[in-house]
């Protein structure tokens, strides 16, 4: 994530940003957009866009309460759905699956610098 993205997930007011630390260190954080929240729709979507843990902080839990805080912040926001992506052989996917998600379609990235 690069710093502007990051800030902008900080201040902006249709993302949920949770962040975890311990004696003023970052150990992992979570990003949510949740624009859907204030749109006129009856199906609300909210996307995970980050659920990072420094690598010698992991397995001890972090993520999880990130992840089931955002998840109650989400539901007082009334969202219905949360769904993101990850990378094939990221063990974020089955940490996802033991909460509920289900893999869904296929895609294949593609893009190009203008």
């Excluded at 980050?50 to 109650?72: D, F, S, W």
């Amino acid at each position: 994530m690069d710093p502007d993205e990051f800030k902008w997930s900080i201040i902006n007011k249709e993302c949920v940003f949770l962040l975890a630390e311990e004696e003023n260190k970052i150990l992992g954080f979570l990003s949510v957009n949740a624009k859907d929240a204030e749109r006129p729709f009856k199906s609300k979507y909210a996307y995970l866009v980050n659920l990072v843990v420094k690598p010698e902080h992991r397995n001890k839990g972090i993520a999880r309460e990130l992840y089931l805080e955002c998840e109650k912040i989400l539901k007082k926001m009334k969202m219905q759905f949360l769904y993101g992506w990850a990378n094939e052989t990221s063990g974020v996917i089955e940490f996802m699956k033991k909460r509920g998600f289900n893999e869904g379609h296929s895609y294949k990235w593609i893009d190009k610098k203008l």
